[in-house]
């Protein structure tokens, strides 16, 4: 293989390791390619990573992850997927580069279509200004005092809003009987936690599973699937440690410039009273 005319990218020094036992100068860069090494395997002209999800991973190199990630999330088969299933999958399919996790997060940011059809919002997005209002008693609304029950369970408020020609629905999931809108699911699930429950209504959370309906305060669990998600948590791992290693990095150097900026830099010399 010829090494001098391969272009440089993050394979080259493992590359050149396997080929002809070649480190960098630099201790710290050996060491770590020393140890990482024994994860890869040269066959031919290509690069293989082993793998925990699958066995032989084909590493790929900057042009070949931005063509991977394209077709795999908008592609034939593409369904634009979330960024950790889109990692997933690409492991799957046989590929690995050191920054997959980031990389497939940041192509899901950029997508068009997802941001133009994904859900809003609801959170504010600046910071509130309190101010002082110019006319106090401006902000003042009417206190209608509460009206007594009349037959029927009807309101004197409602007389008040048909003299007005306004039509005033309530929607309400606990009495269907009341709303001709309301789901017939909801109808069921009060009613089959109403006879199983009695007095203990505190106990619905258990009882939910029983009749047929989903648990919120459950996690769902499936064990099949949890082995593969085991195994790609591990190829993911490097890069993991990698971003936790620059993060380390930055807080040492933040903690110093935090440091030195307070000292008062003394030198003693020759003849100096100590």
């Not at 900057?62 to 908008?74: A, G, H, L």
């Not at 046989?94 to 990389?103: E, F, I, N, R, S």
């Not at 609304?141 to 004197?156: H, I, T």
């Not at 789901?183 to 106990?203: Q, T």
Request: include cysteine; proline fraction near 6%; charged fraction near 25%.
């Amino acid at each position: 293989m010829d090494i001098e005319n391969m272009p440089h990218n993050w394979m080259t020094p493992i590359i050149q390791y396997l080929t002809n036992n070649s480190l960098p100068n630099n201790p710290d860069s050996a060491k770590k390619i020393r140890i990482h090494v024994a994860k890869y395997l040269l066959l031919g002209k290509d690069l293989y990573r082993r793998g925990v999800s699958t066995p032989m991973l084909k590493c790929l190199d900057d042009d070949q992850t931005s063509y991977v990630m394209r077709e795999i999330y908008e592609g034939v088969c593409g369904t634009h997927l979330g960024e950790r299933t889109m990692a997933a999958k690409i492991l799957r399919a046989g590929y690995y580069w050191p920054t997959l996790a980031q990389d497939c997060h940041t192509f899901v940011k950029k997508c068009i279509p997802c941001q133009q059809h994904g859900p809003h919002l609801r959170q504010h997005a600046n910071i509130l200004h309190p101010i002082s209002s110019p006319w106090p008693f401006a902000i003042w609304s009417m206190d209608l005092s509460p009206f007594s029950l009349v037959k029927g369970q009807y309101r004197r408020f409602n007389e008040f809003l048909e003299g007005l020609h306004i039509k005033h629905r309530v929607t309400s999931v606990e009495h269907p009987q009341t709303n001709g809108q309301a789901e017939v699911a909801n109808k069921v699930i009060l009613c089959e936690l109403k006879r199983r429950l009695g007095s203990a209504k505190g106990e619905w959370a258990e009882k939910l599973p029983e009749i047929g309906e989903p648990s919120f305060r459950r996690e769902n669990f499936e064990e099949s699937a949890n082995g593969y998600s085991l195994a790609v948590n591990l190829d993911l791992l490097d890069e993991v440690r990698g971003q936790a290693a620059i993060m380390t990095e930055a807080s040492r150097r933040m903690m110093a410039r935090k440091f030195n900026s307070k000292i008062n830099p003394r030198q003693f010399y020759e003849n100096d009273l100590v």
